[in-house]
């Protein structure tokens, strides 16, 4: 069966500080990613997608980052955090029909 | 540009007392609407997927329905394990993405 890790769970970083949260995926290959921002009070925001090594696409100028150095592998990058930034990040992948399975995400708080 | 309108903002319900959920979409060819169910902190677990008008589908005390212009997830004699977040999101010709719903906020009291 297919299972979608995420790491770290929760992150404290102050404003203007690196970022790098990882996605990877097991029993799958060359699945669909996805990243999804989850901020209070909003929806799930699509971030970024991939699908494949090295194909990002994105979704929302910010000045975040992403990278697909693996095939199950997803990196999302941010080289200085803003307060804007922090949020439930979620990774996800896409099985066929369209349903996408997502991860138990990452809370990141800036301060 | 796709668009979710999830009602009710928040639900609360006594133990067996079924109600529904709604979710309004307006898409340019629909190719799937999907439920999931969110507790909190955790990621959003997968439930349906709907693809065309009349369809139904059922899990446990939850069964989605869809018509040409909404959904709806009935729950039938619910349990305070019930209680979570309820979302709701469409995919279309468009593209790759899960448009979501804000959700719907489930509290089912003993």
């Known amino acids: 069966s297919q299972t979608i890790h995420q790491w770290p769970a929760t992150l404290v970083q102050p404003v203007g500080s690196p970022l790098s949260l990882e996605c990877t995926v097991e029993?799958?290959?060359?699945?669909?990613l996805y990243w999804y921002r989850q901020a209070a009070g909003r929806g799930l925001q699509l971030l970024f997608y991939s699908v494949g090594i090295g194909q990002i696409s994105s979704e929302v100028p910010q000045n975040l980052s992403a990278s697909r150095p693996q095939d199950r592998q997803f990196i999302l990058s941010s080289k200085k955090l803003l307060l804007s930034d922090s949020g439930f990040y979620l990774c996800?992948?896409?099985?066929?029909?369209?349903?996408?399975?997502f991860g138990p995400g990452t809370r990141l708080t800036v301060l | 540009e796709d668009q979710v309108t999830q009602s009710p903002e928040a639900l609360r319900l006594q133990e067996g007392e079924s109600s529904s959920l709604n979710c309004s979409y307006t898409?340019?060819?629909?190719?799937?609407l999907f439920w999931y169910r969110q507790d909190p902190g955790k990621g959003p677990e997968f439930l349906f997927t709907l693809y065309s008008a009349g369809e139904e589908k059922e899990k446990e005390r939850l069964k989605a329905t869809l018509t040409k212009k909404e959904s709806f997830l009935h729950i039938t004699a619910p349990k305070p394990e019930d209680s979570a977040t309820y979302l709701c999101?469409?995919?279309?010709?468009?593209?790759?993405?899960?448009?979501f719903g804000k959700g719907t906020s489930l509290l089912v009291t003993p």
């Open positions: 898409v340019s060819g629909l190719r799937g």
């Open positions: 996800a992948w896409r099985r066929v029909f369209n349903e996408q399975f």
């Open positions: 029993g799958t290959s060359n699945p669909n």
């Open positions: 999101a469409v995919t279309s010709n468009s593209g790759y993405a899960l448009n």
